[in-house]
Structures are given as C-alpha cells and as structure tokens.
C-alpha cells in the first residue's frame, strides 16, 4: 500500500487521527500548547469536513462534563486539552472512567503551575495517572498519529477512557513527516463506535452513576480494575492489526539497542529520540547502552519492563516530572517495583530532567551514562538528582 | 450491555429503591413499641430523623418501620409518657 507522506506537526498529526475517527461530538477549550488540535478540529468542522457536534463550553471542566452526556448517550466523544486544563477536568475524569466511558483526550504536555510555565514536562499526564485512564505517550508527530488511532480502538473494547500525549512545544509544534492513512482505511481500522449503554435508549431504561455503598462499591472498582489489566491484551491486538496496515510496529515500549545493553536509561516522551544518538556514539565506544522508550504508561506493562531490563547491571529512570514524593520520580518508581521480582535486580537511580522545558540535550544525556556506568562499577553515585541544572 | 452486573454500577431495572432496606444500618438495637404506655402524642414522629414511625390513618401512632429504621433511639430518648412508650431492645 502507498502511504501518503505529508508534513505534520504532532498537534495536527492528532487532530487528523480524530477526523478520521468520525467523532459524533467534539467538546473543547483552548489552553497551550493543545491549541492548534482545538483550532484544527474547528476548521474541519466549519469547512465542512467533519460532521461532529462541535461544542466549546465555558471551562475545562465543563468540557469533561460535557463529554460524560455525550458518551453516555452513545457519541464517540473526543477532547482535546493540557496542564492546568486538564488538572481542572480532574474530578470529572474519576466520574468517567467509573462510568466506563471510553472518552479518548489528545493532550501536548505540559507543566503544572505555579510558578506558570506553558512549556513541556510530563506534570499534567503524571498527575492524572491514577484516574482509570489509558495512558499512551509519543515520542514524535508519527507516534501521535498513529497512537491516537489505536488509542480510540483500545478505549472502546476495552470500555475505559485514554489520553493520548506527546510532547508540548517540542512533538505539538514541531513540523515532521508523518506517514498518514487514507481516511477510508484509518476509519475502517477503528470501527464503528458501539456503546456498552446510552442513556437515550428509551426501550431499555437505565439509571447511571448510582448512589454505590459499601455493599456494592468494591465489586463495581474490581470490575473496573480487571478492565485495565485486560487492556494489556488489546494494545498488543491492536498493534499487530495497526501494523499490519502501516507497517510501523507498537508494543508497550520501544527498545533501542536494549538487549546485550549493560547500562540503560528508562524515558518517556521525545527525549527517547535525542537518547539514541548518543547511544550510538557509546557503541562505538563499545558501551554497551541501550534505551527503554516507554509508550504505554497505564496500564503499566510490569513484567514486560522487567524481562526487558533483566540483563542490566544499571539504570537510570528519567522522569520529566518530579513527583515529588522526596524519593524519585514517579516513573522511577513505577520501574522500580517492576524491577522487585527480579533475581538479580540492576541498581537504580533516578534522574528528573527538562522540566518547564528545560533543554535536554545529548551532553545532559552523556552525563546520565556517565553516572550509570560508576553505579555499575559499584561507584557512589547520586541516587535521586536533576539534570540541567543552573545551581 | 456487558453480562457483569458490577459494570459501571449501572441499575436496569426500575424502582430499585424499594429493594434497598437502610435496615442494614442498624448497628446492635432496635426501638419496641409498648402500647398501653403510649398517649399518642407523636413526639416520636416529629424527632424520628427518617420516617420510621407510622402513623394509621386516624393519626395515631401504629409502630416502627424497621426496613427504614436505624435504630438511633432518638424516639426513646423523646417519648414523654411514663413509664415509656418507646424503649430500646437488643435486635
């Protein structure tokens, strides 16, 4: 099949996918840097070549209440929102994914004031993450292409919601190839939308979201928490069918040079592209380095991470968010207790970079390795710092 | 609609309300009614903080609703009568 190649930036690779996903509704408030996704949508409404509802409410988080009706009436519904708007959707987003609604979020990312700050770091997405959503992170406008198209199909099957990111600034407003579907075949490949309920379905009467007490409340979150776990299953199904269509392989994480790596970094987003430049310098080196790009957030793929970096003698996870939790970023978190089954655990630390959009470069990177290579000859080393840093 | 009846917690059939007896609530005690105490001045009725108190048709006091009732013992702490109408009992 020939693929159509045409100059994208990764806000408009996304707002392409959701045309070509016919949404019934489109809800939507403009905040930096998903913008251009919002104003992209409206122009494909307004010129007629998107027949969703299009309907711009008075905040964020009426966007996300919005987008609650519509879904349980039926409408595959879409948003498309960052930062402080997606932090202010936050109480509506429990409501949905408890609801079961599989409403899919396209999201640049972006840090979390105050002090503010509309440049990229990865605040937003990690602080929704124990929300019930699908989390699908991209490292280039290609990935947020095809990320979001399969991100609509996962939701559906699986009857919870996602967010699909990418980078704010550095993947939403840089202009790439991206390699993109015909709109015929992109729709075929998502599907008709095919609701678990609507609540205008007048033959079948239903009541949502019900007062749940203790006597039925944890049934109804273990039904919801199997869900995420089968999830697992379908964004691997799903990137098989996608791949046989594009011929661009998914799965949980992307592995550069992974398998005879000795020493690696764990990253998520676009720094995962500037990382393998300077893996290749280590090679001919004859470093044996490698990455761990991770795609898929939540569900958090556990094992998969841990036969993956099994062979390891030492990591640094690289969190573009703090987390604050006076330990180590959340990722370096996640990854670590991936990482506790292991017989013979690699030692660990974590480093936060590029927050607010700090630049990461290859040299910041270079520093990285430098420090896991000492931890993997048994140096001391820092096990919690920031890279970049002025002070 | 998905077979597991935990999904999203979604209720199918109507009236469900009336299936579900706040009884459960009720932790150790229940309120006995003595009738030959009672003056049917209905002091229950007003302070009673559900409606766990019936009243028949002529406006006299006709016993508790134990599906509703939580067993507070606000009726028993109220009742005027003495010796008392409404006294507290062991489920």
Redesign the interface.
């Known amino acids: 099949m020939t693929m159509k190649r045409v100059a994208l930036t990764g806000n408009e690779a996304m707002a392409l996918a959701m045309r070509q996903a016919k949404p019934d509704v489109f809800i939507g408030y403009p905040i930096t840097p998903a913008s251009d996704i919002l104003s992209a949508i409206a122009k494909y409404v307004a010129n007629g070549e998107m027949e969703a509802e299009f309907m711009t409410p008075e905040s964020e988080h009426s966007v996300a209440s919005a987008l609650f009706g519509a879904s349980s009436a039926g409408a595959r519904s879409f948003t498309c929102t960052a930062s402080q708007g997606l932090a202010l959707m936050h109480e509506v987003l429990h409501i949905i994914s408890g609801a079961r609604l599989p409403i899919v979020i396209s999201s640049s990312s972006r840090s979390l004031s105050s002090p503010i700050n509309v440049h990229g770091d990865h605040a937003d997405f990690m602080d929704m993450r124990d929300a019930s959503f699908i989390q699908i992170f991209s490292e280039n406008s290609q990935d947020s292409y095809d990320n979001f198209l399969q991100g609509v199909k996962i939701a559906e099957s699986v009857r919870l919601p996602a967010i699909i990111s990418s980078d704010g600034f550095i993947t939403s407003h840089n202009l790439e190839p991206v390699e993109v579907l015909k709109d015929d075949e992109a729709y075929d490949f998502v599907g008709e939308f095919k609701p678990a309920y609507s609540i205008l379905d007048i033959q079948n009467p239903i009541t949502i979201n019900p007062l749940s007490l203790p006597d039925s409340f944890m049934e109804i979150k273990k039904s919801q928490s199997d869900a995420m776990a089968f999830a697992k299953k379908e964004i691997i199904k799903t990137a098989k069918e996608y791949q046989k269509l594009s011929g661009r392989e998914y799965g949980f994480f992307r592995p550069y040079k992974l398998k005879d790596a000795e020493i690696a970094i764990v990253v998520m987003g676009s720094t995962a592209e500037t990382a393998q430049s300077v893996i290749d310098e280590l090679r001919k080196k004859d470093v044996k380095a490698g990455i761990l790009a991770l795609r898929v957030f939540r569900p958090f793929p556990y094992l998969k991470i841990a036969e993956a970096l099994k062979n390891c003698k030492a990591i640094c996870i690289m969190d573009r968010s703090d987390g604050f939790s006076g330990h180590g970023g959340p990722l370096f978190v996640e990854t670590s207790a991936a990482l506790y089954d292991l017989k013979n655990k690699p030692k660990i630390i974590s480093r936060i970079y590029g927050l607010g959009g700090r630049e990461i470069n290859e040299e910041m990177i270079k520093s990285v390795f430098e420090d896991i290579k000492k931890l993997s000859e048994n140096k001391k080393v820092e096990r919690y710092g920031y890279v970049g840093l002025k002070i | 609609?998905?077979k597991?009846k935990?999904?999203?917690?979604?209720?199918?059939d109507?009236g469900?309300t009336l299936k579900y007896k706040t009884y459960?609530w009720r932790d150790g005690l229940k309120p006995s009614w003595i009738k030959k105490n009672c003056t049917n001045c209905l002091t229950c009725f007003i302070n009673c903080p559900d409606q766990a108190i019936k009243v028949d048709k002529d406006g006299n006091m006709a016993g508790h609703n134990l599906d509703y009732c939580k067993g507070c013992g606000i009726c028993a702490q109220v009742c005027p009568a003495k010796p008392k109408a409404i006294v507290m009992k062991k489920e």
């Open positions: 609609m998905k597991n935990y999904f999203a917690g979604i209720i199918k109507p469900s459960v």
